[in-house]
């Protein structure tokens, strides 16, 4: 997984959101009230939420990276939809009674 590819369609599931923080410097419009915001990548990693700060080169990629995660998701879904009514079918015809296993010696 640490190798870079740079050949294949980033797949992501999360969310963007915007982080808007003060810097702390007293000449900044920040201090008046209008925050710096930094684009980000929110998601759950086993369990934690991780937030990926984003450039805003990154920020199309990266929406073109969850909307294709959407749509898999949505096409995932619809497999499992329609194996489920397949075994829901198979469970409502009637069953054929098993035949009972011969005894050895019995005739």
Avoid: F, W
Wanted: glycine residues 6%; aromatic residues 0%; hydrophobic residues 35%.
């Amino acid at each position: 997984m640490g190798e870079e590819t740079t050949d294949m369609a980033l797949l992501l599931r999360g969310s963007v959101i915007t982080l808007r923080r003060k810097c702390g410097r007293s000449g900044c419009h920040c201090a008046d009230g209008t925050l710096h915001e930094t684009p980000a990548l929110s998601l759950n990693v086993e369990g934690k939420t991780r937030i990926v700060t984003l450039r805003a080169v990154e920020l199309s990629e990266v929406k073109a990276a969850l909307a294709r995660y959407k749509q898999a998701r949505k096409k995932l879904d619809k497999q499992v939809q329609a194996s489920l009514a397949v075994l829901q079918a198979r469970r409502a015809r009637p069953q054929r009674p098993q035949r009972q296993a011969r005894k050895k010696g019995a005739s």
